[in-house]
C-alpha cells in the first residue's frame, strides 16, 4: 500500500467513512443463529476446554483459517453447554499478541535446525562434562497426554535425564502423595456426578466459584432434585463461602485440627463402625490412639472455630448417606498437605464415604491435563502408576518397550523444589523448561531469579513470551491449546478429545513435534518410532495402562467420539467399588497427623499472614488471560485484601496503595482492597500478576513428602504508601 | 408507536413495540451525547468503529425464537428475559431499584433484580472507591469556551463597540469553534445528521442556533446592524450549550448554575476582547462565583457523583483548581487597572483551566460495581 493511499485510508477513518457495520452487523449462521460477523463462524471443531482442569467440552468456530467463537459442547458428559468467561474467550487467546513465531539463539531468530542442534550439543556438552545429574527438565500440566507420554520417554530413556518434573508439584502433588499413602495409588475415587448425587458436599479450601467454575451449577443446580447442603472450610469468605449453606472460618493450617477434632467427634458419637473399617484399612488402631490426645475443645482452640460448628459439621457428615469431600490448594499448598491430604482421605474411610455413588474424597485438580501427566509422565512414578523400585512393574515396562530393564531409572530424582535448590548450588547447568513460568510461579522470587540465571544453558519452550523466555538462552515457540491435536484427562478421570482448529503462528510446532526433532538430534529416534502422531502415542500409551489401575487400553479415539469424554479405568466412573484398594493386601491405610506450628508465623515486624490464591478472570501467571482485553478489564490489577479493622489501625482506605513486605521481598506498590472477606490478621494477594508478584513475598518452604510449596502461610507487613 | 429517544441528535434510537431501544449504526455520528444521558453506562463509545453501541437484547435472536446471547451464556441461568405490561410497570417499578443503583424513575428502568435475602441494610458499592477523573474532550472545551467568546464579543458589539476589526474577529472565532467542534465526532462526514432532532434534542437546537450565529456574525462584518440579531442568536446558542449538560446522569452538570457559567464565561471572554473591562471583571467574578455555588450544591450530597465531583477538583486536581482562581483573579485586577491585553490573556487561562475542569470533575451515575469496575484499565 502506498503512502497516499494510506493516508486518504487514514483520513476516511477519522471522517468515518465506515462505521463497522459490515464487520459488526448482525448475519445469521445455522449453528449460532444471528451473531455478529465478527464471531459468524463457517466450521465447528470439537475440543477440550484448555483451562482448569474441570474439562468442559467445547466447540471451537472458524472463518477463514481463524478462531472466531467459542461455544460450550451440549453433548460433553461435564459441562452440558455451558462456558464461564475465560472459556468463552479462549477463542480470543490464540490470536492474541505476544506469541513466540520463531526459535531464538541468544535473543537472535535461528532456524528451528539450529537452535535444536545448539540445545542438544549444549546439553550433550554438560552431561559428558558433569555427568547426567547436571541437567534436568521442568515441564507443565498444559501439554496433551501425547506429549507427556512422548516427553516421558525421550527424556528419561532417551536423553537420560535423572531429574524431570513438573509445575504439578507446585499445585497438586500433595494430593497424589496423599492419595498413594491412603489407598497404594494415586487416582482420584468418585466423579463429578457424585457432586450432584451426595447429601452433603464438603469444599474444603477449594473456592471453585473462581477457580472450578463449572462445578459450581453441577452442585447447585442438582439434575437429581435436591441441592445437597453445601460445607466451605476456607479462611477466607470466599465466592464459594458465600454460595455455601455452612461456612466453617478455619484458621490458616487449623485444618489438621480441625479434621481431629471431626473425627474425635465421629467417635464419640458411635457414628463410626470400627470393625467395618478394621477390614479395610490399617492403621486404625494408632490413629484412635493418637485421637485420644484430641479432644473437640482442644481442636476447637487450635482451628480457631467453636467445638459447636466442629461438632455440628461432624454430625452432619456422619449422618450423611453420601458426603463428598472436595478440596484443592487450601489442602495442597502446605508444608503439611500430604499428611492433611491423608487425614481428608481418613474421614472418607471411617465414615464409608468412598466407592459408592454420591461419596468420595475427591482432589479437583489444577490444569487441563495435569492429571494425564499424573498417569503417563515419568517424574513421581513411571507411567501407568508405576514404582520405580517394584521389579514387576519394572520387568512390565521393559517388556512393553522392548528395552533392556537396566536402561529404566532406578529412582524419581530431584522433585521441582528441589532441582531448583541443585541449580541455585551449581550441580544442574542446563535446564529445558517446557509450558511454564517458574519466575512468576514459583515462591521466593528473588532467589529463584538467582538459581536461573546461573543456568549455563537455560532452553524454555512456550507459547507466549512470558518472564521466563526472558531468561532463556534458546526459545522454543509451541503450538498452544486449539493448534494441536490430544487428549486431556480431567479431575474425574475423564479422557476428552483436544482438537486443531487453526495452524500455529509463524514457525511454531506442536510440543511432540519438537520432542521428536530432540529425539532425532539427540540419537534416540528409535524410542518415538512408534508415536510418530499423536493418534499412534495414545494407541501406544493405550497398550502401556493396560492392565493397570489408570487402565486406558480401552479407551479408544472412536469411542471417546461417541461418548464425548470417557473415565478410565476403562469406562468406570468411581474406583475402589469393590472395597479393595491398591496396596498389595488390598486395604487402605489410615495415619495420626499432629499440626505444625507456621514456620514464618505473624509476629511483631510481620502482623499479617498471606493467603495467596486466584481470581475467576486469570488463569495461572496471565500469559494467556493477560493478553485477552475483556478478561483484563474484570481485574486489570493486583490487589492485597485487608481487614476494615486492620486497614483502619493501618490508615488505610479502599483503594489506596499499600507496600508489603516479608522477609524475603516487596511489593513496592499494590492496591488495597478492604474487605471483611479475610480476617483479621490476614490478607489475600492473587499470585497472578508479574508486576505485583505475590511470589515476591512467599516462603520457599515445601511438604517434606509432595515437595509442594507452602503458598498459603507467610508473614507479612503492610505499609501505606499515601493515597491514589 | 415508536417513541425517539430524546437526547439523540440524529435520532438514532428507536423504541420498538417490545419495549426495545435499539440504536442503528448508519444514524449515528459518535457524538457520545446519549452516554451522557444514560445513567447506568449502557451505550458506549466503540473506538473501533467511531460511533456509539448499546446492547438491543439480541434483537434478531428474539424475533429468531432464541434469548439474547448473554442468558445462553450464563452458567448459573442467572439472568433471564421476561414480559411485562407497561401501564402496570409505570405505577410500580420498584423491582428495578437497588442500593447504589440510579433510581429506576430516572429512566423508567426495566431491569428487575432479584436481591439476597440477607442484604444487609448498609449496602455500598464495591467500586465506590475509585474515584477519577473523566475524559477531558478537547473540541467541547474549544467550542463551548470559543463560542462563548465569539457570542461575548458580539453582544459587547451590538452594544455600541462598532470597530469593524471586533466584527471580523467575532466572526473568526464563530466560525473557528464550529470547526473545532467537528473533531468530537466519530463520523464528521455525517454531521449534517445532527439537526435531526430539533424537536427533542438541545445538541440538535445548540448546533443549528451556534450555526445560525456564525452565519449572521459573518454577515455583520460587512452589515453592522446585523450584529444585534447575531447576539440574541449567540445567547440562544449559549443557553443551548449549557442545557445539553443539564443531564440527570451528571449530577455536577445538572444544575440552572451550567446555564448562569456558561453565560459568565461569554460575559468574561467576549467584553475583555472588545474593551468593557468593567463587564469582563465581573462576568469573571460570576463565573467563579456560580462555580462555588455549585461545590456547596454538590457537597449537600454524600454520594460519589455529587461529592466526589467537589473531591476531584479541590482535591484530585486542587493546584489547577487554585490557579484557575488565582489566574482569574489577577485578570480581573488587571482588566479594572487598565491592563486589558494582558486581563484578557489571564481571563481566558483562567477560563480554559476552568472549563477543562469542568469536564474532567464531573462524576457520572452508573450502576454500582465490583471492585474494578470503572477502574484505569477496567471494561467501564
Not at chain 1, 549444549?122 to 534436568?136: N, Q, R, W, Y
Not at chain 2, 456509539?52 to 428475559?81: F, H, N
Not at chain 2, 481571563?347 to 476552568?354: M, P, Q, S, T, W
Request: charged share 20%; aromatic share 8%.
Amino acid at each position: 500500500m502506498s503512502p497516499f493511499s494510506r493516508t486518504v485510508d487514514r483520513g476516511k477513518r477519522l471522517l468515518g467513512f465506515d462505521n463497522g457495520e459490515a464487520r459488526y452487523g448482525y448475519t445469521t449462521t445455522a449453528v449460532q443463529g444471528p451473531v455478529s460477523t465478527s464471531r459468524a463462524a463457517s466450521t465447528w471443531v470439537r475440543t477440550t476446554c484448555g483451562y482448569c482442569s474441570v474439562g468442559c467440552g467445547m466447540l471451537i468456530g472458524v472463518r477463514d483459517g481463524r478462531a472466531v467463537a467459542v461455544q460450550g459442547d451440549p453433548d460433553h458428559p461435564v459441562n452440558r453447554g455451558r462456558l464461564f468467561p475465560k472459556g468463552l474467550t479462549e477463542h480470543l487467546m490464540i490470536a492474541a499478541d505476544g506469541r513466540l513465531t520463531s526459535p531464538t539463539i541468544g535473543g537472535q531468530p535461528a532456524a528451528w535446525d539450529e537452535a535444536i542442534r545448539t540445545m542438544v550439543d549444549s546439553f550433550k556438552a554438560l552431561i559428558d562434562e558433569h555427568g547426567p545429574d547436571s541437567v534436568a527438565i521442568l515441564s507443565t500440566g498444559q501439554l496433551v497426554t501425547e506429549e507427556f507420554y512422548t516427553l516421558g520417554k525421550l527424556a528419561r530413556l532417551g536423553m537420560g535425564l535423572r531429574h524431570y518434573d513438573g509445575n504439578t508439584t507446585l499445585c497438586m502433588a500433595s494430593a497424589v502423595a496423599g492419595y498413594k499413602m491412603s489407598f497404594g495409588t494415586d487416582g482420584p475415587p468418585g466423579c463429578y456426578e457424585d457432586l450432584e448425587l451426595a447429601d452433603v458436599v464438603v469444599l474444603w479450601g477449594a473456592n471453585i466459584a473462581d477457580n472450578h467454575p463449572l462445578l459450581a451449577p453441577r452442585i447447585m443446580q442438582s439434575h437429581h432434585g435436591l441441592r445437597p447442603t453445601i460445607i466451605a472450610v476456607d479462611p477466607r469468605v470466599t465466592k464459594t463461602a458465600m454460595l455455601a449453606d455452612v461456612h466453617v472460618a478455619v484458621k490458616p493450617r487449623g485444618d489438621i485440627a480441625l479434621l481431629n477434632g471431626i473425627i474425635r467427634h465421629l467417635l464419640d458419637e458411635g457414628l463410626v463402625d470400627l470393625d467395618e473399617v478394621r477390614q479395610r484399612a490399617n492403621g486404625i488402631d494408632e490413629l484412635l490412639a493418637h485421637l485420644d490426645d484430641w479432644s473437640v475443645e482442644r481442636a476447637a482452640e487450635e482451628a480457631g472455630v467453636e467445638a459447636d460448628v466442629i461438632r455440628a459439621t461432624a454430625i452432619t457428615i456422619g449422618r450423611a448417606e453420601g458426603c463428598v469431600l472436595a478440596w484443592t490448594m487450601g489442602v495442597n499448598h502446605s508444608t503439611q498437605g500430604t499428611m492433611t491430604v491423608t487425614l481428608l482421605n481418613t474421614l472418607a474411610l471411617l465414615t464409608g464415604n468412598i466407592g459408592k455413588p454420591g461419596a468420595s474424597p475427591m482432589s479437583i485438580t489444577g490444569q487441563c491435563n495435569a492429571m494425564g501427566t499424573r498417569e503417563t509422565g515419568f517424574t513421581a512414578s513411571m507411567p501407568g502408576y508405576r514404582s520405580y523400585d517394584n521389579p514387576v512393574h519394572r520387568a512390565d515396562l521393559a517388556r512393553l518397550w522392548s528395552i533392556d530393564e537396566s536402561r529404566l531409572p532406578v529412582e524419581r530424582g530431584r522433585a521441582y523444589p528441589d532441582i531448583i535448590n541443585a541449580v541455585m548450588s551449581g550441580k544442574i547447568k542446563g535446564l529445558w523448561i517446557i509450558g511454564t513460568n517458574p519466575v512468576v510461579s514459583y515462591p521466593n522470587r528473588e532467589t529463584l531469579e538467582i538459581a536461573l540465571s546461573r543456568l549455563h544453558v537455560l532452553v524454555v519452550q512456550d507459547g507466549f513470551e512470558t518472564p521466563t523466555t526472558a531468561m532463556a538462552h534458546i526459545v522454543l515457540p509451541a503450538a498452544i491449546w486449539g493448534e494441536k491435536e490430544g487428549t486431556y484427562t480431567n479431575s474425574e478421570r475423564r479422557v476428552s478429545r483436544v482438537r486443531a482448529a487453526v495452524d500455529p503462528p509463524g514457525q511454531a510446532l506442536s510440543d511432540s513435534d519438537i520432542f521428536r526433532r530432540v529425539a532425532a538430534e539427540w540419537g534416540c529416534a528409535d524410542l518415538l518410532a512408534d508415536c510418530a502422531t499423536p493418534h499412534d502415542a495414545y494407541d501406544e500409551w493405550r497398550g502401556v495402562s493396560a492392565g493397570r489401575p489408570c487402565d486406558y487400553s480401552e479407551i479408544t479415539l472412536d469411542r471417546i467420539d461417541v461418548e464425548g469424554g470417557v473415565q478410565w479405568p476403562n469406562g468406570a466412573a468411581r474406583l475402589y467399588e469393590t472395597g479393595a484398594y491398591n496396596y498389595p493386601d488390598g486395604r487402605a491405610k489410615v495415619y495420626p497427623v499432629e499440626p505444625e506450628a507456621i514456620r514464618d508465623r505473624q509476629r511483631a515486624a510481620y502482623p499479617f499472614n498471606l493467603n495467596t490464591g486466584r481470581t475467576v478472570e486469570h488463569w495461572h501467571t496471565r500469559t494467556k488471560t493477560g493478553r485477552i482485553g475483556i478478561l483484563e478489564g474484570l481485574a486489570p490489577e493486583a490487589w492485597v485484601e485487608l481487614h476494615p479493622i486492620d486497614a483502619e489501625a493501618l490508615g488505610v482506605y479502599a483503594g489506596d496503595f499499600v507496600r508489603v513486605s516479608s522477609q524475603r521481598g516487596a511489593i513496592g506498590r499494590i492496591r488495597a482492597r478492604i474487605t471483611s472477606i479475610v480476617r483479621q490478621g490476614e490478607v489475600f494477594i492473587p499470585f497472578h500478576w508479574d508486576e505485583r508478584c505475590a511470589n515476591r513475598l512467599t516462603v520457599d518452604e515445601f511438604d517434606p513428602i509432595s515437595r509442594e510449596p507452602n503458598d498459603k502461610h507467610c508473614s507479612v507487613s503492610i505499609a501505606r504508601i499515601g493515597a491514589r | 408507536m415508536r417513541k425517539r429517544r430524546q437526547g439523540c441528535p440524529t435520532n438514532a434510537y428507536e423504541k420498538l413495540s417490545n419495549g426495545v431501544v435499539v440504536h442503528h449504526a448508519d444514524d449515528c455520528i459518535g457524538c457520545q451525547y446519549c452516554t451522557w444521558n444514560c445513567p447506568y453506562s449502557v451505550p458506549a463509545f466503540q473506538p473501533d468503529r467511531r460511533i456509539v453501541t448499546k446492547c438491543d437484547m439480541c434483537q434478531p435472536r428474539l424475533g429468531a425464537g432464541l434469548a439474547p446471547a448473554c442468558v445462553s451464556a450464563c452458567p448459573t441461568e442467572a439472568i433471564t428475559v421476561e414480559r411485562f405490561v407497561p401501564a402496570e410497570w409505570r405505577l410500580d417499578h420498584a423491582a428495578a431499584d437497588a442500593p447504589q443503583l440510579p433510581s429506576a424513575e430516572l429512566t423508567l428502568s426495566t431491569t428487575r433484580i432479584e436481591l439476597p435475602h440477607d442484604l444487609p441494610v448498609e449496602t455500598f458499592s464495591a467500586s465506590d472507591w475509585n474515584l477519577r477523573p473523566e475524559h477531558p474532550h478537547w473540541p467541547l472545551v474549544w467550542l463551548t469556551l470559543v463560542s462563548q467568546m465569539a457570542i461575548g464579543a458580539s453582544c459587547s458589539i451590538a452594544w455600541g463597540a462598532k470597530t469593524s476589526e471586533s466584527r471580523i474577529v467575532a466572526a473568526t472565532l464563530a466560525g473557528l469553534s464550529l470547526l473545532g467542534a467537528m473533531f468530537h465526532l466519530g463520523r464528521p462526514i455525517a454531521a449534517w445528521k445532527a439537526v435531526r432532532n430539533l424537536r427533542h434534542s438541545w445538541l440538535s437546537r445548540e448546533v443549528v442556533l451556534l450555526s445560525a450565529y456564525a452565519a449572521l456574525a459573518a454577515v455583520a462584518v460587512p452589515f453592522a446592524d446585523v450584529a444585534a440579531g447575531a447576539a440574541g442568536v449567540g445567547i440562544a446558542g449559549v443557553y443551548a450549550s449549557a442545557r445539553l449538560y443539564i443531564v440527570p446522569g451528571r449530577p455536577a452538570w445538572n444544575t440552572p448554575l451550567t446555564i448562569v457559567r456558561f453565560l459568565a464565561t461569554a460575559a468574561a471572554l467576549g467584553p475583555a476582547l472588545t474593551g468593557r473591562p468593567i463587564v469582563a471583571a465581573f462576568g469573571a467574578g460570576a463565573a467563579l462565583t456560580a462555580t462555588a455555588l455549585n461545590w456547596i450544591r454538590l457537597r449537600r450530597n454524600r454520594s460519589q457523583p455529587w461529592l466526589g465531583a467537589v473531591r476531584l477538583e479541590v482535591r484530585w486536581f486542587g493546584p489547577w483548581t487554585a490557579a484557575r482562581w488565582a489566574v482569574t483573579a489577577v485578570g480581573i485586577a488587571a482588566v479594572a487597572g487598565g491592563w486589558v491585553a494582558a486581563g484578557f490573556a489571564a481571563l481566558a487561562i483562567g477560563e480554559l483551566i476552568g472549563r477543562w475542569l469542568f469536564f474532567v470533575t464531573v462524576v457520572l451515575l452508573n450502576m454500582p460495581g465490583a471492585f474494578w469496575r470503572g477502574a484505569a484499565g477496567s471494561n467501564r
